[in-house]
């Protein structure tokens, strides 16, 4: 059995989180949603605490242990879903998986590009017990560095250790030698990228210290499974 958790520190414009929902609810599968403000917005857990990379570790956790499906979807506030990224089923219970057909858009852009390895954890699936022991390893690695290690928009050691379960071993600087794998969806997952995200968004070759491989740039119009400017009023969500 499938499901989803959704994390979200309830700060993205509505306008933009309001479509991510609709999206993902056409999955129709079974949602624990973990927000710092009450939503309406499956089974939601509303969790104390003020945005960060540490609340988002127990965000997710919180969301894991919650969900008693076999197999989950991570999925967060500013990525545009398709309902095929849903069909997925994991064929191993021991390697973290990724989609792999996903394009990031700087909002009010008229390109959207790839590369690579962009394999965002937002749009991982894995088994759920596999998840919840790796995030509650990464919780107790956390709690041995010191919680102020992690206070920045982008903390050193999280990068260091990688955001994803799976794509970096340890011989690397990661947690663990977890495996990973990818699929592709039929459709495209689209990651919004917004001056409120966590991370730098990247949308562009020169924000990048060392050049990402066969990057990709197109049109907006080309990605014809949604039209983005249909879908969101960008000279008011940028």
């Known amino acids: 059995m499938r499901g989803i958790i959704f994390y979200t520190d309830s700060q993205l414009d509505e306008k933009i989180a309001s479509v991510v929902r609709e999206r993902i609810l056409k999955a129709n ?15 939601n857990i509303v969790m104390e605490g003020k945005r960060g990379y ?9 969301a894991l242990e919650n969900s008693t499906t076999d197999y989950v979807f991570f999925t967060e506030h ?10 997925f089923i994991p064929p191993r219970d021991d390697i973290f998986y990724y989609n792999s057909n996903v394009w990031r858009w700087l909002l009010g852009s008229d390109k959207v590009v790839r590369h690579d390895r962009m394999l965002p954890l937002s749009c991982m699936c894995a088994n759920r017990q596999l998840a919840l022991n ?14 102020d290690a992690f206070s920045s ?21 990661g947690l663990t030698d977890d495996d990973f794998d990818t699929w592709s ?9 917004h ?24 049109n907006i ?18």
């Open 153 to 173: 928009r982008e903390p050193d050691l999280a990068r260091k250790w990688g955001y994803e379960p799976g794509t970096k071993k340890k011989k690397r600087g």
């Open 221 to 238: 119009s080309e990605i014809s499974s949604c039209n983005l400017i249909d879908m969101f009023n960008q000279d008011d969500t940028r």
């Open 29 to 43: 599968l079974p949602i624990i949603s973990v927000s710092l403000k009450p939503l309406n917005f499956g089974k």
């Open 195 to 218: 001056r409120g995200t966590f991370s730098p968004p990247k949308a562009t070759l020169e924000s990048f210290k060392h050049l990402p491989k066969n990057w990709q740039e197109v």
């Open 185 to 193: 969806s039929k459709d495209p997952v689209i990651d919004i990228r």
């Open 78 to 87: 500013d990525v545009l879903y398709n309902p095929s990224h849903f069909d």
């Open 134 to 147: 790796f995030y509650h390893y990464r919780m107790e690695k956390i709690m041995e560095a010191g919680l």
């Open 54 to 62: 540490v609340t988002m570790m127990k965000q997710i956790i919180l």
